[in-house]
């Protein structure tokens, strides 16, 4: 079965940096594409970005770029989402999911992964 | 960008009932349409794609039509277990873009 298996919870200060991850199991984890969407608190979904796993490309979403970083450890069969320096507004859950070949769309997601931002 | 419309905010129907949930586009979106189902607590879950096509192990319960700039999803006979919210979202111009979602209540 398909299944991707992301990291627990987070809480972490304003300023700090965050890597969470998103694992893939039941496929060819090198042949689709990674997304990371995020929900923020009673909010609906936003795509942030890809990554694709085969060669670490990336895409991003007009409100992400330059604000967090996408990447890839192949040996892992893992998709990472980073920040370097985290603020309150990024206080959301974060979820991965895989695109479908040749489409824009999620077939699979990950449980999400709850990141609180306080001080 | 292509902004999606979803109507009602929320929807209140008895069980066994039908629920038809609306969903707009800014630009016609072809048949570029995917509805999306995420209960309280869990990640979201692909019902249907290509505006109309159930994925696996969706039940036959939920329909979806439209083409253009408007969509619906229907879902019949109602049952508690489909208490969620619903979004749509259009893949046919990048970025992907989702709708705001509807709250679907089961009385």
């Known amino acids: 079965d398909v299944q991707l298996e992301q990291s627990g919870a987070e809480v972490k200060k304003p300023g700090e940096s965050l890597k969470i991850s998103c694992r893939g199991s039941?496929?060819?984890?090198?042949?689709?594409?990674i997304a990371w969407v995020r929900q923020m608190p009673g909010k609906g979904l936003e795509w942030m970005g890809f990554?694709?796993?085969?060669?670490?490309?990336?895409r991003f979403g007009p409100s992400f770029e330059g604000q967090v970083s996408m990447s890839v450890d192949r040996s892992l069969n893992k998709a990472f989402l980073q920040w370097s320096s985290l603020k309150a507004s990024d206080t959301a859950m974060y979820f991965c999911?895989?695109?479908?070949?040749?489409?824009?769309?999620?077939?699979?997601w990950g449980q999400g992964t709850l990141v609180i931002v306080s001080s | 960008e292509i902004v999606m419309t979803q109507s009602p905010a929320t929807l209140s129907v008895s069980p066994g009932d039908r629920a038809t949930l609306s969903c707009r586009a800014s630009?016609?979106?072809?048949?570029?349409v995917v509805w999306y189902q995420q209960r309280p607590g869990q990640a979201p879950r692909l019902l249907i794609s290509?505006?109309?096509t159930r994925a696996t192990g969706i039940s036959v319960r939920f329909i979806g039509s439209g083409s253009g700039t408007e969509f619906t999803l229907s879902i019949n006979n109602l049952q508690s277990e489909d208490s969620a919210i619903y979004y749509c979202?259009?893949?046919?111009?990048?970025?992907?873009?989702f709708g705001q979602g509807t709250k679907l209540e089961i009385k």
């Open positions: 999911a895989r695109r479908v070949i040749g489409s824009n769309y999620f077939d699979y």
């Open positions: 039941g496929y060819n984890f090198g042949d689709y594409w």
């Open positions: 990554v694709y796993p085969d060669d670490s490309d990336t």
């Open positions: 630009q016609s979106v072809g048949t570029a």
């Open positions: 290509a505006a109309s």
């Open positions: 979202q259009q893949y046919n111009h990048a970025p992907q873009t």
